[in-house]
């Protein structure tokens, strides 16, 4: 497969293609979203026309991954001009084990006809059509916009506001709206979409505002993914020991939405087909150690990783500080 990275050195941005040991440069381009207009266009291959130009210079991936090199990893994907013009979202109760963790969060009885639980069975009932038709539409949220994307080694921050933050580590599919509007995947990358679950648990309808949060994304978009079956780990590193670790799967052999009905539901919109816009949409967890009660603390460290989607993702925690005074609003009355 396919895997290429961002990377910034000062006032300097290329992109990579990744070939272990190394990272090899790819000429003329200074970001994957160049890459993938240019592909759009040219009715070429991003693949393809990717391993064209990989030809520049080759830099050690274990320094530049480490933290320990002038050229520092970006997401893998970004707006370069506008940051607005990069929406993050993500669908939730999608994978065959998401209910039971949503369940068991709400401390909820099995019996109990949660909606949750009605979204999930609808799911499964209707998750998958067959092609000529739409399925049932799966649960959506909005995340935030590219202010919100952190790269690998970059911290996720819980705010001075929020109740707690915890990793849902989870593979998002990566899009570029061409001039005409059509929506174009470019590929996938592991994903970590942090949420903030004490806030959840409060009350299922403050979901929207426990979404509002950081969330991080690579080091590496995979630009042909297999992703009928994914296997992949995530665990939780406390002063440099695990202290929490789950095998997780994606991919459709995994989920109650077909990849197909889980698209047409977030592009049927029209606000979400502008053209040149970017969207990074997160497909779902299975597994949340929030949900067999830990409760991450400042300076613990996520880490999701994917077979075939390259290295892992780790990612420090930060919390703020409780804010010590009430946010004001000007007003021009």
């Not at 160049?34 to 030809?55: F, G």
């Not at 520049?56 to 994907?77: F, H, M, Q, T």
């Not at 202010?147 to 593979?171: M, Q, W």
Request: with cysteine; net charge negative.
């Amino acid at each position: 497969m396919t895997r290429v990275v961002q990377l910034r050195r000062g006032p300097t941005r290329r992109v990579a293609l990744v070939d272990e040991p190394t990272l090899r440069l790819i000429e003329g381009f200074d970001s994957v979203y160049a890459l993938a207009r240019e592909a759009i266009a040219s009715s070429t291959s991003l693949a393809l026309l990717v391993e064209t130009r990989a030809r520049g210079e080759e830099l050690d991936y274990d320094v530049v991954y480490d933290g320990e090199s002038d050229w520092k990893l970006l997401a893998p994907i970004d707006h370069p001009r506008e940051a607005a013009a990069l929406l993050v979202s993500g669908t939730g109760l999608t994978h065959l084990g998401s209910a039971k963790n949503r369940q068991a969060m709400h401390q909820v009885a099995e019996a109990d006809m949660t909606d949750s639980m009605r979204m999930f069975r609808w799911g499964v009932e209707g998750g998958r059509p067959s092609s000529e038709v739409a399925g049932t539409a799966p649960e959506w949220f909005y995340k935030g916009n590219g202010t919100s994307l952190r790269a690998h080694g970059e911290a996720l921050c819980v705010p001075s506001h929020g109740d707690d933050g915890g990793e849902e580590g989870e593979l998002a599919g990566v899009y570029v709206i061409s001039d005409d509007g059509r929506p174009w995947r470019i590929g996938m990358a592991t994903g970590n979409e942090f949420s903030d679950h004490k806030l959840e648990k409060r009350n299922y309808l403050y979901l929207a505002g426990s979404k509002l949060r950081e969330c991080s994304l690579g080091p590496e978009l995979v630009v042909d993914p297999s992703f009928q079956h994914v296997s992949g780990t995530v665990a939780i590193e406390r002063n440099g020991e695990v202290i929490w670790s789950r095998d997780i799967s994606t991919g459709e052999d995994a989920m109650s939405h077909s990849l197909r009905n889980i698209e047409h539901h977030h592009f049927k919109f029209a606000g979400h087909r502008r053209p040149g816009d970017v969207h990074v949409h997160y497909f779902g967890a299975c597994s949340l150690s929030f949900g067999e009660g830990l409760t991450l603390v400042d300076q613990d460290v996520m880490c999701v990783q994917f077979e075939g989607f390259g290295r892992p993702l780790r990612n420090p925690l930060h919390v703020e500080q409780p804010a010590s005074t009430l946010l004001t609003v000007g007003s021009l009355a």
